[in-house]
């Protein structure tokens, strides 16, 4: 479940996620090692957030490429409160940082970008890119809020997984600064960092993501709450639009040596089949366009 509203005199804005089960389908879709499974999902969560920022919002797209061992993160939130999301590397090998933890940056690589794609309804589209600060995901949209949209603000995202691999909490919270923010607003803000510091572990033992807000902010006032969920809206013609970009002989040797291919779709996993037949009305397709496109 995520949380909108306004706190401090109503001079931030905050914005919370439990987003456990969102992480949990994403896990067990993608088979991903525990720094994938953590890394994938401070993004999702965060975005998740992101969605909630503007009812005009279609559609926001995000990438962080950190050129580490991990590959790039990809995050797609849609309108319809569901978002999806990969990472090029599922199965990145466990690294441990110096403090015992699951070494995220050392997966994630801090040379590099992020960026934001935002489709708004009826609005020309809004893009977005920073460098990457730390390969923390956290500490780099909190860059990102601050030099793309210059709205300062406080990003912490977690990730709590067993050692199993399974999720055993995952969160996030953002805090904005609105422009009429006092300077006691500000230190206030800064001092309640350690408490929002060890989101998932908080959500282990209180799963409201609203009793943390409110434990910290005890002038909250809810706007509004969404149920934001995991959901793919692949489908086989999708796929189908894939295969039509290869070649007419690609299709021909295909067909011949493996009689049929599978393919993936990277946002979920989902495997679609083509058999022969398939791939054979595939290249009668690819040869009439041809034919139509010399005519």
């Not at 401090?8 to 720094?35: D, F, W």
């Not at 809004?126 to 949209?141: C, R």
Request: hydrophobic share 35%.
């Amino acid at each position: 479940m995520a949380i909108r509203g306004l706190a401090l005199n109503n001079e931030i804005r905050v914005y919370g996620i439990n987003s456990t089960a969102i992480i949990r389908k994403a896990q067990k879709k993608h088979q991903s090692t525990p720094c994938a499974s953590a890394a994938l999902g401070r993004v999702l969560s965060i975005v998740a957030l992101m969605g909630m920022m503007s009812n005009e919002q279609k559609q926001i797209i995000s990438t962080i490429n950190g050129n580490g061992p991990l590959g790039a993160i990809h995050a797609h939130y849609q309108a319809n409160h569901t978002i999806r999301g990969y990472v090029d590397n599922p199965q990145v090998a466990i690294k441990i940082n110096e403090h015992h933890k699951l070494g995220i940056k050392e997966v994630v690589g801090s040379e590099g970008t992020l960026s934001v794609m935002i489709n708004y309804d009826l609005k020309q589209d809004y893009y977005g890119m920073t460098n990457l600060i730390s390969g923390e995901i956290s500490e780099d949209y909190a860059y990102y809020f601050a030099s793309s949209e210059q709205i300062p603000s406080v990003v912490s995202a977690g990730v709590l997984v067993d050692k199993d691999g399974s999720i055993i909490s995952s969160g996030a919270l953002i805090l904005q600064l609105l422009p009429n923010a006092s300077e006691k607003t500000i230190n206030y803000l800064e001092n309640c960092l350690p408490k929002i510091n060890n989101l998932s572990k908080t959500l282990q033992n209180d799963p409201q993501i609203s009793h943390l807000i409110k434990s910290i902010f005890d002038d909250f006032i809810p706007l509004d709450e969404v149920a934001i969920k995991f959901n793919c809206p692949c489908t086989k013609d999708d796929m189908y639009a894939k295969i039509m970009t290869l070649s007419i002989e690609d299709l021909l040797e295909i067909k011949e040596e493996d009689h049929g291919m599978e393919v993936i779709c990277p946002w979920c996993s989902t495997k679609y089949h083509f058999n022969e037949k398939d791939l054979t009305q595939l290249i009668k397709t690819k040869v009439n366009h041809q034919k139509n496109d010399q005519q």
